[in-house]
């Protein structure tokens, strides 16, 4: 069987060596010294000034939205996970949807400017996959029109933008520590920000508001992270970058592998800064990408379909018309990426896909409208791996 995604977990002995000295403080949770390690690990493998740890990443999005004191409208995404609009909804907001660029699949700049109305009052986009959005022309729109910018970042780690961690950008950036993610806390998430007031506020929130004893400043809510779940993140942390280097090379194999088939690929502006967390590929039609799942599935290969629906077509929201999201998200499939994946079972999806769309693997010519990733100039750049292309 091949799943879509598999947790990385560390030797039992690494985390038994934490579980051990959390016996001998008897000190579980409520900023313990393991949640101090890990917050000040991550920041210096981020090279971030602040964070702070959390329950999740959706739990970091309603801190998010509560600390900036959002109300009315926000401009979101319909590309992302459900988190990302439901905290809004959960918040007291409005989602207020705007189209995707078909290429990037983030929320497109460009349209932004058109959604805005008196009520708006911030814009939280996804860097969908861990790629970047359009930070600049987002942030000069939010200048023009004085909205708040949060980041969904939760695919992000290990992101770097203009030499920055991604968590750098906007009022606020989350991101999450789920077991599916990248590098993760079982459970986990977290908050970034540069404002040192907001920092505060949200430190203060995460514990109940208490800001001394029996004080409290802010309406707050339970958003600390336990020893257990930082104990994790201590015994993945030191694996990250390994991990890194191995989803990055698995990428390169597949996009060389599938490189004759009629699909498209993300468009990754910054492919030295990027995680390659996930290989999302875009089918001609649905039924072509249904066929192709199913098949897959045939053969115990198990895809996602990330993300579908589109966001604006939740119960819960004022559904509306996203074109390009609904075409994307109709014929987007995740194919299997995780540090274990074999070589051979990647070699083996690929020819599967292939054989389902009746390629022999010999064609010479390109698709038409193949992806602007520069293939070979990419594989180039990584070290010690040489891909066989037949
Ligand atoms: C995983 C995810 C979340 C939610 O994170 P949790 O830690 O599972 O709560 C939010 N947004 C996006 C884009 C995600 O992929």
Redesign the pocket.
């Known amino acids: 069987m091949i799943p879509v995604t598999k947790p990385f977990l560390p030797a039992e002995k690494e985390f038994k060596g934490y579980v051990k000295t959390i016996w001998e403080r008897q000190w579980l949770t409520n900023n313990g010294p393991l949640v101090n390690a890990l917050e000040l690990k991550l920041k210096e493998y981020l090279g971030l000034d602040h964070l702070l740890y959390v329950?999740?990443?959706?739990?970091?999005?309603q801190l998010a939205i509560k600390a900036l004191e959002l109300s009315g409208e926000v401009i979101t995404t319909p590309f992302?996970?459900?988190?990302?609009t439901s905290?809004i909804v959960w918040q007291g907001c409005l989602p207020v949807f705007v189209d995707i660029d078909a290429e990037t699949f983030n929320i497109d700049p460009a349209k932004i400017e058109a959604a805005i109305t008196p009520k708006t009052t911030a814009i939280l986009a996804?860097h969908?996959f861990g790629n970047p959005c359009d930070i600049e022309a987002i942030q000069a729109i939010a200048d023009k029109h004085n909205l708040k910018v949060i980041y969904?970042a939760?695919?992000c780690f290990g992101v770097r933008y203009k030499n920055k961690s991604i968590f750098e950008y906007g009022d606020i950036s989350?991101t999450?520590?789920?077991a599916?993610?990248l590098f993760h806390t079982i459970?986990?998430?977290g908050v970034f920000t540069k404002q040192p007031e907001l920092l505060k506020k949200m430190a203060i929130m995460r514990n109940f508001g208490y800001s001394g004893v029996d004080t409290f400043s802010e309406q707050g809510i339970n958003a600390k992270n336990c020893e257990l779940h930082a104990a994790m993140g201590l015994c993945n942390l030191p694996h990250i970058d390994s991990l890194l280097q191995k989803r990055k090379k698995l990428y390169m194999h597949y996009l060389y592998r599938l490189s004759k088939l009629e699909v498209r690929f993300q468009k990754i502006e910054y492919p030295d800064d990027y995680n390659y967390a996930y290989f999302p590929v875009v089918f001609k039609s649905e039924k072509l990408m249904l066929e192709s799942k199913e098949k897959l599935e045939l053969a115990q290969i198990y895809c996602r379909r990330y993300f579908y629906p589109s966001l604006s077509a939740l119960p819960y929201v004022k559904n509306c018309a996203m074109p390009v999201c609904e075409s994307i998200a109709s014929r987007i499939l995740c194919l299997p990426l995780y540090h274990s994946l074999a070589t051979s079972d990647l070699d083996l999806i690929a020819r599967m896909l292939m054989r389902i769309q009746n390629f022999d693997g010999n064609r010479k010519e390109e698709p038409a409208h193949f992806s602007n990733i520069e293939l070979p100039q990419i594989a180039l750049k990584i070290n010690n791996h040489r891909i066989n292309v037949n």
């Open positions: 329950t999740n990443g959706t739990i970091a999005l992302s996970f459900v988190a990302t905290s996804t969908v969904d939760a695919h989350v999450s520590f789920h599916t993610k459970e986990g998430g």
